[in-house]
Structure formats: structure tokens, C-alpha cells
């Protein structure tokens, strides 16, 4: 009880805090689609829906996209416009 720890920190204020999160739920919902969309914005800096979001280092693991894929969901999402690196 002794132990003190730092606040908690948010990627997205409010809404995503710092940290592995794991996005569940039916089959074609857009899942992947809001997953690229929040990383996209953290890597960036800008708001998701009226929350900020603070810049940072994102690590995005889609699975199940290959590099064709993951590029033209990217650049529909308006990523193209800026330096991302897609290894």
C-alpha cells in the first residue's frame, strides 16, 4: 500500500488510455477499420471524434492484412498524406 505510482496516461484523452487494448466484437463491424483510424491519429497528433489524441509511438499489429491491403485502407483513411511507415 506503500507503493505510489504515476497517473494514469491516455493516448486518447478519456477514452484510451496508454497500453496493449484489444479490440473484440461481430465480424465486420469495422474493427480494423477503426483500429487503423485511432492509430493513425495517435502517430499523428489530431482528435478522435472531440477527444485529443497525444502523439506518440504506435505499434499496430494487423494480422491478418498483407502490405497491399493495409496500404489502400491507409491511404482511404487519408494516411498517404502523411510519413508513415508501413514495416
Not at 502523439?55 to 496500404?71: I, M, P, S, T, W
Amino acid at each position: 500500500m506503500e507503493q505510489e505510482y504515476a497517473p494514469l496516461q491516455f493516448a486518447v484523452d478519456e477514452i484510451l488510455p496508454e497500453g496493449l487494448l484489444i479490440f473484440a466484437g461481430s465480424p465486420k463491424i469495422g474493427k480494423s477499420w477503426w483500429a487503423a483510424d485511432i492509430c493513425l491519429t495517435v502517430a499523428t497528433g489530431g482528435n478522435v471524434w472531440e477527444f485529443k489524441a497525444q502523439k506518440g509511438a504506435v505499434f499496430y499489429l494487423a494480422l491478418e492484412d498483407n502490405y497491399r491491403r493495409l496500404q489502400s485502407r491507409l491511404k482511404k483513411i487519408k494516411a498517404n498524406d502523411e510519413d508513415i511507415a508501413i514495416v
